[in-house]
């Protein structure tokens, strides 16, 4: 028999992973492009989503248009990427210390909000406009029902983030498709090869890095209208979530190709969130909960190690191939004898470099 | 024509002047327009750092390189790539895995050029344009446009760096050892398609080999280096009577020297 609890237990495991998922699913597509895309390990996620909640909260407070208060959130973001790559460039600090430098500055703007707000960084979503309650009162109208108001209020944010999810998702798709995307990639997983063919670096790492603080920005600001609030722990643990939600997507989803790889984030982010909804249902007392995320990033990194090396045991089978590519190696070469002459050359080389 | 005067290179490992090592004795050379130059020298002759100094990767601490009588020597390596085409040894540098065939010939089709975001990188008549391009090689390739370029042997993937750096014509191509991670078939493929393919574009050329035989065989001048300088220098007919004999005789009359000597 189901009881009263266990329905609204039930309603939180159906929705909230949704909600969750959805918003931090942005982070994800961020953390994506540094961790993957530039092959650098970013922390600066920790810092930078406190600070554009904190900042979002006290807009959204002071009126400001949320759409306006999100684009606001994300060219911050993006700043703090131009400077995260920026010491990386010109001071050569290791990728690493650059992101750590740029967290504990924005951890510190967070702080900083804090202290002039007295710890009141909030605002009450039945008086302020936010980018998901126009859409719930468009939905509850005059309606007094509660579980209808509480449906719409979820039914608001499942659509509005995932509205704005899609519009950059699209956004990404598209623009890493085009010459510049093209070179960022190229950039990130070969920079000896992408110098050598005209593409600066940096420039790439600058770009890159810019788009990823924006995407994270941009999951910030409707963190922080979701929670109505923000506060200096909001980022804490944020790291963890991202990188577990990208692993597991990667497990879920084989990421053969861009597209595939953005979509594994996402698809990686809802998981995790299942998954992390399904522990709060075990222990529902909570202080538990980043021992459990912790441990669940160990889990997911095992099963990662598990799929990796099943993936390179059995490869997929090419769909279509009009013809075998002949394989250079197959091509009858007559085997001609070295000369013993070119030997002693070759001996002779050895010698002098091992003198 | 890439006009080298006086190169002089040095790496410093730390501020200990006792470990500095000096690649790079002064060193002189003209490469002409229709020069093919196979370069040898034992290892730690400085072949490799001449080619890495010429393509921008480390600046030189003296002298002079210009091409067509503009001064390169303080340009970064992507600006250089305009007018430079490079192969590595390991084929893995030289393409990038992760990306297709297709994605990899289209950033070389457009090296040295402006990157827009508001282009397509992959179009259709690029795509025709390159299977044309990859139809003579005979491997196949031409079918295969979308894998990654990972999937693809050594052999294949040295074989498109080399097209991939003769693409938008250079003025000057630098291979480093290109065929010397390849097995002997695949290599002397690798070879032949060099050859074709630097008679065909008539790009200048600086080949660095450790086999001889090619040495001698390809191009029409032949460089040796020592203890970071030119030392023996044939072209034309001259080089064409060489043996693998006399370039050993070379190599053991170095030899001969006491290590002592060399080693300062």
Redesign the interface.
């Known amino acids: 028999m189901i009881t009263l609890d266990g329905l609204s237990t039930l309603r939180s495991f159906a929705i909230n992973p949704w909600v969750n998922g959805l918003i931090l699913g942005i982070m994800v597509l961020g953390v994506f492009l540094s961790f993957r895309v530039l092959n650098i390990a970013d922390l600066s996620v920790e810092g930078v989503i406190p600070m554009t909640t904190m900042l979002t909260a006290v807009m959204i407070g002071a009126d400001i248009n949320p759409w306006l208060a999100l684009l606001i959130s994300m060219a911050l973001g993006a700043i703090c990427g131009v400077i995260n790559a920026l010491l990386t460039i010109y001071l050569k600090t290791p990728p690493l210390l650059s992101g750590i430098i740029v967290m504990a500055l924005t951890f510190g703007i967070a702080i900083m909000i804090n202290a002039m707000k007295a710890g009141q960084a909030s605002f009450n979503p039945n008086d302020h406009l936010t980018c998901f309650n126009w859409l719930r009162k468009l939905l509850a109208g005059d309606s007094t029902d509660r579980n209808w108001l509480f449906f719409a209020s979820y039914l608001s944010y499942i659509f509005v983030a995932a509205l704005v999810l899609a519009a950059l998702f699209a956004i990404l798709y598209f623009?890493f498709?085009?010459?510049?995307?093209?070179?960022i990639?190229?950039a990130g997983?070969?920079p000896?090869?992408?110098?050598?063919?005209?593409?600066?670096?940096n420039r790439m790492s600058i770009i890159a890095l810019a788009i990823s603080g924006a995407l994270i920005g941009a999951a910030g600001c409707l963190y922080g209208q979701h929670n109505g609030s923000g506060l200096p722990t909001d980022g804490q643990g944020m790291i963890v979530i991202a990188l577990s939600s990208l692993f597991l997507g990667e497990i879920i989803v084989a990421n053969?190709?861009f597209k595939r790889s953005i979509i594994s984030c996402l698809v990686g982010s809802l998981v995790y969130w299942y998954v992390i909804q399904a522990l709060m249902i075990v222990d529902s007392s909570g202080y538990m909960l980043s021992v459990y995320k912790a441990l669940l990033l160990v889990v997911i990194l095992i099963a990662q190690r598990f799929v990796t090396s099943f993936r390179a045991k059995h490869p997929r089978k090419?769909k279509k191939?009009?013809?075998?590519?002949?394989?250079?190696?197959e091509?009858v070469?007559p085997?001609a004898p070295?000369?013993l002459?070119?030997e002693?050359?070759?001996l002779?080389?050895g010698?002098?470099?091992n003198? | 024509m890439l006009e080298i005067k006086d190169l002089h290179k040095a790496f410093r490992p730390d501020s200990n002047p006792e470990h500095n090592k000096t690649v790079l004795r002064g060193i002189d050379l003209t490469i002409n327009d229709s020069d093919f130059i196979t370069v040898i020298g034992?290892?730690?002759s400085g072949k490799t750092t001449l080619l890495n100094v010429i393509?921008g990767?480390y600046m030189p601490d003296g002298g002079t390189i210009a091409l067509d009588g503009r001064d390169i020597t303080k340009l970064p390596?992507?600006?250089r790539?305009?007018f430079i085409g490079?192969v590595?040894q390991d084929p893995r540098?030289?393409?990038?895995?992760?990306?297709?065939l297709f994605?990899n010939l289209?950033?070389?089709s457009?090296?040295?050029?402006k990157?827009?975001?508001?282009?397509?990188?992959?179009t259709k008549k690029n795509e025709e344009a390159f299977q044309k391009l990859l139809e003579p090689l005979?491997?196949?390739?031409e079918?295969?446009m979308m894998?990654?370029m990972g999937s693809f042997?050594g052999?294949?993937r040295q074989?498109v760096t080399l097209l991939?750096a003769a693409l938008s014509v250079p003025k000057l191509l630098l291979l480093d050892e290109h065929t010397a991670a390849l097995?002997?078939?695949?290599a002397?493929?690798v070879m032949e398609l060099t050859d074709t393919i630097v008679r065909d574009m008539k790009v200048p050329t600086l080949m660095i080999t450790?086999?001889?035989?090619d040495a001698i065989k390809y191009g029409n001048r032949l460089i040796m280096m020592s203890e970071g300088k030119i030392i023996f220098s044939v072209e034309g007919e001259e080089k064409k009577k060489l043996t693998?004999?006399d370039?050993?005789g070379k190599?053991?009359s170095?030899?001969s020297v006491p290590?002592s000597a060399?080693?300062g």
């Open positions: 623009f498709g085009t010459e510049l995307g093209m070179s990639r190229a997983k070969n000896e090869m992408s110098r050598a063919n005209g593409i600066s670096v053969r190709n090419p191939q009009k013809e075998a590519g002949r394989v250079l190696e091509a070469i085997e070295r000369p002459t070119e002693i050359a070759l002779c080389l010698r002098r470099n003198a | 034992s290892n730690g393509a990767v390596v992507e600006k790539a305009k490079r590595f540098i030289g393409t990038i895995a992760d990306l297709s994605e289209s950033i070389a457009r090296r040295g050029q990157q827009s975001p508001f282009r397509w990188a992959l005979g491997l196949g390739l079918n295969r894998d990654p042997s052999g294949q074989s991939m097995d002997p078939g695949t002397k493929k450790h086999n001889m035989k693998v004999n370039l050993i190599f053991t170095l030899e290590d060399v080693l």
